[in-house]
């Protein structure tokens, strides 16, 4: 294997360095994501930059230079950073239940000064870092199955449990299959993984009768059959496909889609952007973007296979699940596959605290793929 010359002593710190081992071409996909994206806030907008693709691509260039500086940061100050986050992001959960902001029924946001965010968004990124920093000094016959797994157990399941109360179901499930994929990488017996699945789906009718609300039975009736309730709980999905349908293979053109520009298709500009998309650029636009995304999530795959920390390989390893779960949800939400749950298509999607957590997310990749020969120590403190 040859020795970067970021391995070499005397030169590990210098910053021409350490840029020169930025991964470019993660940089360039992620802007191409997000262009696309600030294209259709444009379009959806009756071709105007205001309110969201001004503020998209302003927002996404302050937070690129933010994604290069972090991306210098040495892992090990990463890895001390990690449990703090994952504190500060339930108690900014906490917060949101006590002083938050409620919006169409859900009190999801807090309002600090002028900024509005979203902590649910946060405790996403701080669950990755914590899990991976428990992990890095676990042994591997303890990760396979210990009594230690209780603890990041708990880990996923105080955030979820507080999101689900917002409510925020949607969010949730995803805070708790990014855990459950990051607990699967870190090597959990996978007869463990099959006999908790079987668990999980003796488990949803019982949660479906008892603790799901009206209106959460009702939206998952709706998915399986939209009809139903067409101007009710199906209006959305409904208006979805219809765009997604309407596009064909080439799209009708930027500006000129129906169903996002006299505003019939809901949440245009964040959860069904992709479907606004659809219908304007078509299969093929569609099928191009999912490339991109595809691409993305190899890439860091590929940052996280190469590192030499633990904590390094399972951090890069535990940002590219959320991602990816992300986009799956989000897809199979607009296709009419999964229920209607508020997980927006990253970087495409117009929203602040998204787009801050995402690039936070893959400045930590690229952290990892600049510092990939550097070891990580564990120290003293909660934990391991």
């Not at 919006?103 to 002028?114: C, F, N």
């Not at 990488?185 to 908790?196: D, E, P, Q, T, W």
């Not at 535990?318 to 596959?337: E, W």
């Amino acid at each position: 294997m040859t020795v970067s010359a970021i391995s070499r002593p005397g030169e590990r710190d210098r910053l021409t360095v350490k840029l020169s081992q930025i991964d470019w071409t993660l940089c360039l996909l992620l802007t191409a994501i997000t262009g696309v994206g600030a294209v259709m806030l444009y379009s959806i907008a009756g071709g105007s930059w205001s309110p969201w693709a001004a503020r998209h691509l302003i927002l996404y260039g302050v937070c690129f230079v933010g994604m290069i500086v972090l991306a210098t940061v040495d892992l090990q100050v990463w890895f001390a950073l990690a449990y703090p986050l994952y504190g500060l992001g339930v108690l900014m959960l906490l917060a949101v239940a006590v002083v938050g902001h409620s919006t169409m029924g859900a009190q999801r946001w807090l309002d600090i000064g002028p900024i509005r965010i979203q902590p649910s968004e946060i405790i996403k990124f701080g669950l990755v870092m914590a899990l991976a920093r428990f992990y890095h000094g676990l042994s591997a016959a303890r990760a396979r199955w210990s009594w230690w797994l209780l603890i990041p157990c708990a880990l996923i399941g105080l955030p979820a449990a507080i999101v689900a109360h917002q409510p925020d179901l949607g969010t949730a499930l995803l805070i708790a299959a990014t855990g459950g994929g990051m607990m699967i990488l870190a090597g959990l017996s996978l007869r463990v993984v099959g006999i908790g699945l079987l668990g999980l789906g003796a488990a949803v009718p019982l949660a479906f009768a008892f603790v799901l609300k009206a209106y959460q039975r009702a939206r998952l009736l709706t998915f399986l059959n939209p009809e139903a309730d067409r101007s009710g709980a199906g209006y959305h999905i409904i208006q979805s496909e219809i765009a997604l349908g309407s596009g064909g293979v080439l799209g009708k053109g930027l500006g000129l889609g129906t169903q996002s520009q006299l505003n019939f298709l809901p949440e245009k500009s964040t959860d069904f952007i992709f479907s606004s998309m659809a219908e304007e650029l078509g299969f093929l636009g569609c099928i191009t973007v999912l490339a991109l995304y595809a691409a993305v999530i190899l890439v860091s795959l590929r940052t996280a296979a190469i590192a030499h920390s633990h904590f390094g390989r399972l951090a890069a390893a535990g940002v590219t699940v959320t991602f990816a779960l992300c986009v799956l949800i989000n897809g199979a939400m607009v296709m009419g596959l999964a229920p209607v749950v508020g997980v927006p298509m990253p970087l495409l999607s117009f929203g602040g605290t998204v787009m801050i957590t995402m690039m936070l997310g893959f400045a930590l990749v690229l952290a990892v793929r600049v510092h990939r020969y550097s070891e990580v120590t564990s120290g003293k403190g909660a934990f391991v």
